[in-house]
Structures are given as structure tokens and as C-alpha cells.
């Protein structure tokens, strides 16, 4: 029997447009009428997904920023953090490169060098709490994720460029416009298995929902783990089941209507 649900939220819960699914509140409800946890796992910052779903914060486990920070109830469960020199190696690198825009991610505020516009278009989709500061490198506060908005392409102009740190860090693509460095320690994945044994539940009692690499690993810790039909294909391959339809068809409601609240 499922017990735990975890969903990423861009391209997987929410549609292309940033709406929840028509009947969300609706299968939420039934979902926590039978006891069963649910999880939202998003690069996002907390702030962020904490004002979408606000009326449910009490009962909803948020593992934000890639898997460095997970809270419950308003009280932090785990927090993985870069080192403060790592931080200004990665910003001083992201300046070499063009179209390309370092955002540090902290707890309660995100860090930009730019007010560029294209930049703000896309960063205001996420970080609805932010400061444009003069040099990056002279940032004090923890920083959970370096982000880094591409305004090319993520995967061909700014990935080839951070690669390398990967055997030390989590160097991932989170969409077309985002490449998220994290702690090797940090990932969605990882807090999915954190929370399941802080939960007392495991595998075969997991499933999860994910579209892109930053939810991969994720895949590997559940027996019901979904790649979206939107999904990118690594994910895909990494997935033991896809969902019939996109994110923008509800596909993460329509499963769990399916699969769990069929009786």
C-alpha cells in the first residue's frame, strides 16, 4: 500500500502556465483523509512553495532547493549547505560565460548581481524574496544552492562549463534555462530516503513523480517512481512507470486517482 507521495512541482504537478491541476485540493484531501503522507520536492525555495500551498503547510513535508533544505510544519528537518569559497568560485566562473547569471539561494532570501530583465522575468517565478547586490562573492549568508539562469540554452551554453565539479558536487539540469549545483550530500532523492526512515516507510511504499534531471536519483527510491510524459529522457530511462499524460493534462492527479484512491 502507498503511504508516501512525493511530487516535483515545474513540469510534473504544475503545468507549463505555473496552475496545480483542477482537482488538486481535492485528491489532497482524500490523501490525508487515509493517513497518506505527501511530499513536495522542488528546486524551488521554500518561501516559494510554502505560498502555494499555504492552506495545507501544517501537513505537507517540503524538501526544497534540490533536496538541501526539508522542513515540516515550519520546523527544518535537514540543511545542506555550500561552502562560502566554492560559492565565489562558482560565480566568479559564471561570469566568463555569456547569456549565463549566478543566483545564491539561502534560506529565506536569494542573491542576484543583475536587474537584467530576462533575468528578473524568469527568477520572479521563483524568488518572490530576492536582493540585486553589487558583487556576489561578498555574500556572508548559507547558501543551500548556486542556480544558475541561462538565458541561451542551460544544457549546451552553461552545463559544459560546470561538469567537471561533479564528482564532488551535484551539477544538474533542472530545465532548459536552469543548472542547480548543490552539495554532493544533497538531493531529492536522499531526503526522500531521510524522510522514509524518519517515517518508518520504504520503498515499496513510495511513490514519486519527476520530469527532469534533478529529479533522478529520485526515481531510484521508490517501487512506484513516474516519469512525467513530458519527461526528459534520462529520467524516463531511470523510471519504473510514466504517466499516461503530461503535466499540463494533470498527469500526477490522474495517477494518483488511479493508483491509490481507486477503492
Known amino acids: 500500500m502507498i503511504k508516501l507521495i512525493v511530487t516535483d512541482l515545474d513540469g510534473t504537478l504544475l503545468a507549463d502556465d505555473k496552475s496545480l491541476p483542477t482537482d488538486f485540493w481535492e485528491v489532497e484531501q482524500q490523501l ?71 543566483v545564491l539561494c539561502g534560506k529565506d532570501m536569494a542573491f542576484m548581481e543583475d536587474n537584467d530583465e530576462n533575468l528578473l522575468r524568469q527568477t520572479l517565478k521563483y524568488y518572490q524574496q530576492y536582493k540585486i547586490v553589487d558583487d556576489l562573492t561578498t555574500v556572508e549568508a548559507p547558501i543551500l544552492k548556486v542556480s544558475l539562469c541561462d538565458l541561451n540554452n542551460s544544457e549546451s551554453n552553461t552545463y559544459p562549463h560546470y561538469k567537471h565539479f561533479a564528482d564532488d558536487y551535484n551539477v544538474v539540469l533542472s530545465s532548459k534555462v536552469w543548472v542547480d549545483i548543490t552539495s554532493k550530500t544533497a538531493s531529492k532523492g536522499r531526503a526522500v530516503k ?45 523510471a519504473n512507470f510514466m504517466t499516461e499524460v503530461d503535466n499540463n493534462s494533470g498527469g500526477v492527479t490522474k495517477t494518483i486517482k488511479e493508483l491509490v484512491l481507486k477503492n
Open 32 to 102: 490525508n483523509d487515509k493517513d497518506i503522507t505527501l511530499v513536495i520536492a522542488s528546486g524551488r525555495p521554500y518561501h516559494n512553495m510554502v505560498s502555494v500551498f499555504e492552506k495545507i503547510r501544517h501537513r505537507v513535508f517540503f524538501i526544497s532547493d534540490n533536496g538541501s533544505y526539508m522542513l515540516f510544519d515550519g520546523k527544518e528537518l535537514l540543511e545542506d549547505t555550500l561552502d562560502n569559497n566554492v560559492v565565489n568560485e562558482f560565480v566568479t566562473l559564471s561570469r566568463n560565460i555569456p547569456d549565463s547569471y549566478p
Open 194 to 238: 531521510m524522510l522514509q526512515k524518519k517515517l518508518n516507510l520504504g520503498y515499496d511504499e513510495t511513490l514519486v513523480f519527476g520530469d527532469y534531471m534533478n529529479d533522478l536519483d529520485m526515481m531510484h527510491s521508490a517501487r512506484y517512481s513516474y516519469a512525467m510524459k513530458n519527461a526528459y529522457y534520462k529520467v524516463a530511462e531511470a
